[in-house]
């Protein structure tokens, strides 16, 4: 590198030595020699290898077999690196170093990556080097407070703080033992308590936590579309619809470049998916939900393999949808020129009385009711927990939550005909508390009918669509904590970010409101303090809280609906 700092990587040369090949780089954290030691070439690129590329696996700066410090997320004006050297430094000096080195390379060269590694692909496309012709960013981390890994507008994410926390910087695995996530985390009536009993107190990352609970500046210097708003190369963002772990990402940063960028250099690829399964698995079902194709093969023989052999090999007419789209309930991929479509008509679905949803407006004034209590938090998925399913939670019947007192239900009548949603789902909430603070986490499930004869164990199904959470302590703003007044009515935005679903006739919605995820999301103390990192357990209290349902408190979610 630039400032004599050497970084280790692994290079897969094709043995036939009649021709040059195109140069396909992945950088990672989590060891290149590891992640190529399985399969030659890698399941990930068994499509992409018919086309013939030399493939690196490059260990970023401070991992593995490379020198140097490593930061989690490094900023791109990272003040500890008085010589700028950041993530896209690093990718231009390998990438220049690659082409000048290895032998048989055409002198073009494409990168790629899944999460942290997605992350890395996009920012190697800015302040590009002139051999990149292409980058696949998939999964990408664009803003890790706002809807990614670490946080999710504002409430924490506490299994993959801890847990990932300890493997990245703590080079060790989960001090947990327990066969249930959830008995596990309730021990601890703080996350100060947690994280001493963790050991990762005096990790970077967890000190960041707790000193930056907020949306402040450390968190928006890392976000991605602030290093990349415009493109300098084309690129295939690429993101999963059930992605447990970087939903937003592909889709925010997609949305922010899209807005610059009048030579059509970006692409969006949303599929049926758990966090990069679309890279490893055949992509026909996820969890107990059929797609009936194999999508994941599609996406990598149908969009993937074209994309690249077009920048890098110059094969193919060089035309692609601006957006692939896969349709999920309908089993369809669709092309659009924008995504979200244009076209769309607005809709309101409303929470009525008596456990109602409709898309009429509520009539009467009301509210339903229920009290939350941090003692005995909503699981997140069927208990026991020990953590296999997680891939799979967002695609979870969520039957196991029927008859609790702390969730809400809202449920439609059968659609006489189908509907299909499409672009951005948000919830806007009118909700009152006895506290000072609380949680909001908002479901739109599929209800599938009583009886499936095509479908037999299907019956009676509750696949959550979209879903998220909001901690209310940000109802004014993300960037400054605010209680909320005790015993007022206050509005609140839930954002369940992107979809393409078809509901199908005969199926109803459904909406279902809580105030804990447990243990996926820390608990919420109800009662306001400055930093719940530092809140104590006598802060963590049982609330009665209200959503609203009136025609001046109208509760509802927001959606697209294709004509």
Do not use: C
Not at 170 to 188: E, V
Request: glycine share 10%; proline share 9%; no cysteine.
């Amino acid at each position: 590198m630039r400032d004599g700092v050497t970084l280790s990587a692994v290079a897969l040369v094709p043995a036939d030595t009649t021709r040059a090949y195109p140069i396909l780089l992945v950088r990672t954290p989590f060891g290149a020699a590891r992640e190529l030691r399985n399969d030659v070439p890698p399941a990930q690129f068994r499509e992409l290898a018919e086309d013939g590329y030399i493939f690196v696996v490059e260990d970023i700066r401070g991992r593995f077999g490379s020198g140097g410090e490593f930061v989690t997320l490094r900023a791109q004006n990272d003040p500890r690196s008085p010589k700028g050297i950041n993530e896209s430094t690093d990718a231009w000096d390998t990438i220049d170093w690659l082409v000048k080195q290895l032998p048989r390379n055409t002198g073009k060269v494409g990168v790629l990556g899944i999460s942290y590694r997605g992350w890395l692909a996009a920012l190697a496309g800015v302040g590009a080097h002139p051999a990149l012709k292409a980058i696949s960013p998939q999964a990408p981390m664009s803003d890790t407070w706002m809807g990614d890994d670490f946080f999710h507008q504002g409430a924490f994410r506490q299994t993959q703080g801890v847990a990932y926390t300890a493997f990245i910087e703590g080079g060790q695995g989960f001090p947990q033992s327990d066969d249930d996530q959830y008995a596990f985390y309730l021990r601890f009536p703080t996350l100060d308590a947690l994280a001493r009993a963790t050991g990762v107190t005096a990790l970077p990352s967890w000190q960041v936590f707790v000193t930056h609970p907020t949306w402040d500046s450390w968190w928006q210097e890392r976000q991605l579309p602030r290093a990349m708003p415009r493109l300098e190369v084309p690129a295939l963002f690429v993101g999963g619809f059930w992605d447990e772990e970087d939903l937003l990402g592909p889709q925010q940063i997609y949305r922010t470049t899209a807005r610059h960028d009048p030579g059509g250099y970006g692409h969006l690829v949303l599929g049926p998916w758990s966090h990069g399964s679309w890279a490893r698995t055949r992509g026909d079902s996820l969890g107990p939900i059929g797609f009936g194709s194999p999508t994941a093969e599609y996406f990598r023989n149908e969009i993937q393999r074209p994309w690249f052999a077009w920048y890098l090999h110059g094969k193919g007419d060089g035309r692609f949808a601006r957006a692939r789209i896969y349709e999920s309930g309908g089993g369809a991929w669709r092309s659009f020129d924008a995504w979200p479509p244009a076209g769309l008509a607005p809709r309101r679905l409303y929470l009525r009385e008596h456990g109602a949803l409709s898309f009429e407006p509520p009539t009467g004034p009301g509210y339903d009711r229920y009290v939350s209590d941090p003692a005995r938090p909503v699981p997140y998925v069927r208990r026991p927990d020990d953590g296999t399913g997680w891939s799979t939670w967002l695609v979870q019947d969520q039957r196991f939550v029927d008859g609790r007192p702390d969730v809400l239900t809202w449920s439609s009548a059968p659609l006489a005909e189908d509907l299909v949603i499409a672009g951005d789902v948000t919830a806007k909430l009118f909700a009152s508390t006895t506290g000072s603070d609380a949680d909001w986490v908002v479901k739109l499930i599929d209800v599938y009918p009583d009886t499936l004869p095509d479908q037999p164990g299907m019956g009676g199904f509750q696949l959550m669509v979209s879903a998220d959470i909001l901690r209310g302590r940000y109802w004014k703003g993300f960037t400054r904590a605010t209680p909320i007044p005790a015993g007022t009515v206050t509005p609140f935005t839930v954002d369940l970010h992107q979809q393409l679903y078809r509901f199908r006739k005969g199926h109803r919605l459904m909406v279902q409101v809580q105030s804990t995820w447990f243990p996926l999301y820390d608990r919420n103390p109800q009662t306001f303090v400055p930093n719940i990192f530092l809140a104590r357990p006598a802060d963590y209290r049982a609330q009665e809280h209200r959503v609203w349902r009136s025609p001046r408190l109208p509760s509802h979610l927001e959606f697209g609906v294709m004509p």
